[in-house]
């Protein structure tokens, strides 16, 4: 990889709340790698193990993945074909909307300067489907959850221990219940690390999912967007530190990762998702962000 400049310099992104993400000179230096996000449905956690039918039917990988396969393991190859078929309402969805895209290929890079993480995240924006606004304010919004090896199974469904059948806007969930992991305590480290940008203020949020999920904007984690035709360029500035409930982010180290797409003003479990990846800090990952 061509070596970046030691300093961040020059281009910065103007945010509506009168802050600046500060990135790395040249982009295209950094591997970009691309990831496919895919319309889960209703695919809590609970059906991914075996607990529970869905449509009379159980999730045929249960039995791998209490052996220890991962998500990836089995299905990393159909990930599209996986999304197109829950989209359609053909399985695991019964809400479907005609128009809905089964996926979208999210390409990732990452970079580091010692004392920030930098994320840069573009993709197509897919035809538009319309249904309901459930977010009127934000059209879009991109996030990503971390994990230090605390979640139980995120190192094998990255995001997934969060989602349960019992959280809000599932079929038969407590509306008041938000997304969770089992045994989730931040006082214990047992916590998702959350970030997200929303397009409507194209600003940060930061916060975690423990017992419930917390979620504000955020004077750290620094964000913005922009989208050029019909192509969406998003760049993260997240200290690597951390600050109080989040992870702190070590070199040498490599971290749980699951990305998500809110696309068309949806909001819950209506977004488009990855299967869990490992983010390396100068360490080996499926994204790493080594130090310019």
Request: hydrophobic content about 40%; proline content about 4%.
């Given at each position: 990889m061509?070596?970046?400049?030691?300093?961040?310099?020059?281009?910065t992104?103007?945010?509506?709340?009168?802050?600046a993400?500060?990135?790395?000179?040249?982009?295209?230096a950094?591997?970009?790698?691309?990831?496919?996000l895919?319309f889960?449905?209703?695919s809590?956690?609970?059906w991914i193990?075996?607990?529970?039918?869905?449509?009379?039917a159980?999730?045929g990988?249960a039995?791998?993945?209490?052996?220890?396969?991962?998500?990836?393991?089995?299905?990393?190859?159909?990930v599209?074909?996986?999304?197109?078929?829950?989209?359609?309402?053909e399985?695991?969805?019964p809400?479907p909307l005609?128009?809905?895209?089964?996926?979208?290929?999210?390409?990732?890079?990452?970079?580091?300067?010692?004392?920030?993480?930098?994320?840069?995240?573009?993709?197509t924006?897919?035809a538009?489907?319309?249904?309901?606004?459930?977010?009127?304010e934000?059209?879009?919004?991109?996030?990503?959850?971390l994990d230090?090896?605390?979640?139980e199974?995120?190192?094998?469904?990255?995001c997934?221990?969060?989602?349960?059948?019992?959280s809000?806007?599932?079929p038969?969930?407590?509306?008041?219940k938000t997304?969770?992991?089992?045994?989730?305590?931040?006082a214990?480290?047992?916590?998702y690390?959350?970030v997200q940008?929303r397009?409507?203020?194209?600003?940060g949020?930061?916060?975690?999912?423990?017992?419930?999920r917390?979620?504000?904007?955020?004077?750290?984690?620094?964000?913005?967007?922009?989208?050029?035709?019909?192509?969406?360029?998003?760049?993260?500035?997240?200290?690597?530190?951390?600050?109080?409930?989040?992870?702190?982010?070590?070199?040498?180290?490599?971290?749980n990762?699951?990305?998500?797409?809110?696309n068309?003003?949806t909001?819950?479990?209506?977004?488009?998702v990855s299967?869990g990846?490992?983010?390396?800090?100068?360490?080996?990952?499926?994204i790493?962000?080594?130090?310019?």
């Amino acid at each position: 990889m061509k070596k970046l400049t030691a300093a961040i310099i020059g281009v910065t992104l103007g945010l509506s709340q009168g802050v600046a993400v500060a990135e790395p000179a040249d982009w295209s230096a950094i591997e970009a790698k691309e990831i496919t996000l895919f319309f889960p449905g209703i695919s809590p956690m609970e059906w991914i193990t075996g607990k529970i039918r869905i449509d009379r039917a159980r999730h045929g990988g249960a039995r791998p993945f209490a052996q220890g396969d991962t998500c990836i393991d089995c299905h990393g190859q159909e990930v599209a074909e996986m999304g197109a078929k829950i989209a359609s309402g053909e399985t695991l969805e019964p809400d479907p909307l005609a128009g809905r895209p089964g996926s979208i290929p999210l390409n990732v890079q990452a970079a580091h300067d010692g004392s920030n993480l930098y994320m840069r995240f573009s993709w197509t924006q897919p035809a538009a489907a319309g249904g309901d606004k459930a977010d009127a304010e934000n059209p879009v919004k991109l996030a990503f959850m971390l994990d230090a090896g605390k979640v139980e199974t995120a190192d094998q469904s990255g995001c997934w221990a969060s989602c349960h059948a019992d959280s809000r806007t599932m079929p038969e969930g407590d509306a008041g219940k938000t997304k969770y992991v089992k045994d989730g305590s931040v006082a214990a480290g047992v916590f998702y690390d959350l970030v997200q940008w929303r397009s409507g203020s194209n600003g940060g949020y930061a916060g975690h999912v423990a017992d419930q999920r917390v979620l504000e904007a955020s004077d750290t984690v620094v964000a913005s967007g922009s989208q050029d035709g019909d192509t969406w360029s998003v760049v993260i500035q997240r200290p690597l530190a951390g600050g109080e409930a989040d992870i702190a982010l070590e070199a040498g180290k490599a971290y749980n990762v699951g990305f998500a797409i809110h696309n068309e003003h949806t909001e819950g479990r209506f977004h488009h998702v990855s299967l869990g990846y490992k983010l390396g800090i100068d360490a080996d990952g499926d994204i790493t962000a080594k130090k310019f």
